[in-house]
């Protein structure tokens, strides 16, 4: 007897047989090896590319070529690719497509850019719950696989009038809420640097494909470090910005119509430069005149470089201390400020868990409903995700005794918190939210800080498959600046030394492992320096609100006072494996 696959079944199947169409369509060129060619594209700056290519120095099939290599080497090592778009635009006949393939891409040429096109051929991956007219946005699950959407996001219509190239989506986690990125959909996307390990999410399949060199840029979203965690994990940057600073109409939230605490979407980057490059030309490109959520606000030079600044550093958020190796990494970055003469000043902030509590029951105040019922019965989902849902379907009352019983503030929190709520008490959410933000503004304007500085996430990349002990409540130092709506950025500080970052011996077993809490305790039961080695680590920048260009600054100023004390990352995308 001949029995149909479920839709879910069914769905993937087709899906991933798309996908691999997609990449069968490639040229038989893009198997081959980088030409010097090809690395010398690879290797010129947003600027310089783009004025390549807008001088007609370089063609868009040069480019796509040269990324394609890199995009066909990421997905056979990390699975980062959830649609091809490359054999599409090589078979249309988009205006740049006629620019003339040279050899010379020097770009000292002084002819200027075309009108509207600073961003031209510049390659742009975008995170698979953005709307690109033509394709799906499947945001991870199965059920919105093979539904091509009707039009593009604002900022895909911004991107393509600067002349960019969408050349891929990158792969998400179901409902992009996890720590892990991987699916049924896509299957699981590994770590660039080592594929036991993960790469981060939700946008953990952009933070790989620029590890790989695979982009020059990723439009992701953040709604709790889905960009921050990856640019962490993968080696790589990323920047939060504040809610209306980048277009973000068009992209799909996990948790639609939630005011509480928005999505943001904001791009990463494999360089500094480019990431502050592509921000100034978006700006330029006037995007509240394409996005109405987008507020109309001119880029404005921040000029920090060469003051004297005041950094706070946050040692511990109050639920999981940062591992050794990322301690250190927090240590370096601290050392090298003072060097250059800049204050550094410990810091106590506001409690941590109480805004993160906040922030819980605003995104789950429908008990789960919106961002379940995309989910057919038989999809697989992240383990943290099915904790998620099990511990919102549990009656109050039953929660109410285990958070009696409960020795650990978080889990008892947790249970007595996170269910639904009725209008009246998520307006009252909204108030203590408000709240928590005028006191955070009162603690920053009385220290007088220009900027904060933290760990991303307690630990270095996790072992693939270890997120259920980790938890979503481990990634509190990210989403505590989306509740306040600060601007915040990661950049790559070192890597994981094997016996420098070490637990001491027979941690697990101490007074001081089994005095932590039960987030702290996961994060370190998966750290293991020894296999860890060579994992990047990045640390965290963080603004107040609308500060996105003094961010980026904030970023450089460590970035060289950690190059000028000798610190190298090895972190080059010169240093990733060739194609």
Not at 123 to 142: A, E, F, N
Not at 172 to 183: A, C, D, I, N, R
């Amino acid at each position: 007897m001949w029995f149909s696959p479920s839709p879910h079944r069914f769905n993937c199947q087709a899906k991933q047989q798309e996908r691999q169409r997609q990449f069968d369509a490639l040229p038989s060129s893009y198997n081959e090896p980088c030409t010097e060619q090809d690395d010398k594209i690879l290797d010129l700056s947003l600027s310089d590319l783009a004025h390549a290519h807008a001088s007609s120095s370089i063609s868009t099939p040069a480019i796509l070529q040269a990324y394609g290599k890199k995009v066909l080497a990421a997905q056979q090592a990390s699975n980062c690719i959830a649609a091809l778009l490359i054999p599409d635009i090589l078979h249309s006949h988009a205006p740049q497509l006629c620019l003339p393939a040279t050899t010379d891409i020097d770009s000292s040429q002084s002819s200027p850019l075309k009108e509207n096109h600073s961003l031209s051929g510049v390659p742009v991956s975008i995170k698979d719950c953005i709307d690109i007219k033509g394709y799906d946005t499947t945001v991870g699950y199965s059920s919105r696989a093979n539904k091509p959407v009707p039009s593009s996001a604002p900022i895909v219509r911004l991107l393509h009038d600067a002349g960019a190239l969408t050349h891929v989506k990158t792969t998400v986690p179901p409902g992009l809420l996890g720590v892990e990125t991987s699916s049924d959909l896509f299957g699981r996307t590994s770590n660039p640097y080592n594929p036991g390990y993960s790469s981060g999410a939700s946008t953990g399949g952009g933070g790989a494909l620029l590890a790989h060199k695979g982009s020059m840029i990723e439009i992701a979203t953040d709604i709790g470090g889905s960009a921050r965690l990856p640019a962490h994990w993968c080696g790589v940057y990323g920047m939060k910005s504040s809610i209306g600073r980048f277009p973000s109409w068009g992209t799909v939230s996990p948790l639609p119509g939630l005011e509480g605490v928005e999505t943001s979407c904001s791009p990463m980057a494999r360089r500094l430069d480019d990431l502050e490059e592509f921000w100034k030309r978006v700006v330029a490109m006037r995007p509240w005149e394409y996005d109405h959520t987008c507020i109309p606000l001119p880029w404005r030079p921040a000029n920090v470089r060469g003051k004297k600044l005041r950094f706070g550093a946050i040692w511990d958020d109050g639920i999981a201390p940062p591992t050794p190796a990322c301690r250190r990494a927090l240590q370096m970055t601290v050392d090298a400020l003072q060097k250059q003469g800049h204050d550094v000043v410990d810091v106590t902030p506001p409690s941590i868990l109480e805004g993160l509590m906040i922030g819980f029951q605003l995104c789950f105040s429908d008990g789960g409903i919106d961002f379940f019922s995309a989910v057919y019965k038989d999809e697989k989902l992240d383990p943290v995700l099915t904790a998620t849902k099990s511990l919102l379907s549990l009656p109050q009352f039953l929660k109410s005794v285990l958070a009696h019983f409960a020795s650990d503030p978080v889990q008892s929190a947790m249970l007595t918190s996170v269910n639904a709520k009725s209008p009246s008490q998520e307006r009252a959410l909204v108030v203590a939210r408000e709240e928590y933000r005028a006191k955070w503004r009162g603690v920053w304007e009385n220290n007088e800080w220009d900027f904060l500085v933290c760990a991303p996430h307690p630990s270095p990349a996790i072992p693939k498959g270890t997120a259920e002990k980790v938890t979503l409540v481990s990634c509190a130092n990210m989403m505590i600046w989306n509740i306040l709506d600060y601007t915040a950025g990661v950049l790559p500080i070192t890597t994981v030394h094997s016996t420098l970052d070490a637990l001491p011996s027979g941690f697990l077993n101490s007074s001081e492992y089994a005095a932590m809490g039960i987030v702290a305790k996961g994060v370190y039961a998966v750290y293991d320096a020894s296999k860890m080695d060579s994992l990047p680590v990045g640390v965290q920048v963080v603004g107040r609100r609308l500060e996105e260009e003094k961010v980026l600054e904030g970023m450089r100023v460590i970035e060289e006072a950690v190059r000028a004390s000798g610190i190298t990352n090895n972190l080059s995308p010169r240093s990733m494996p060739s194609a």
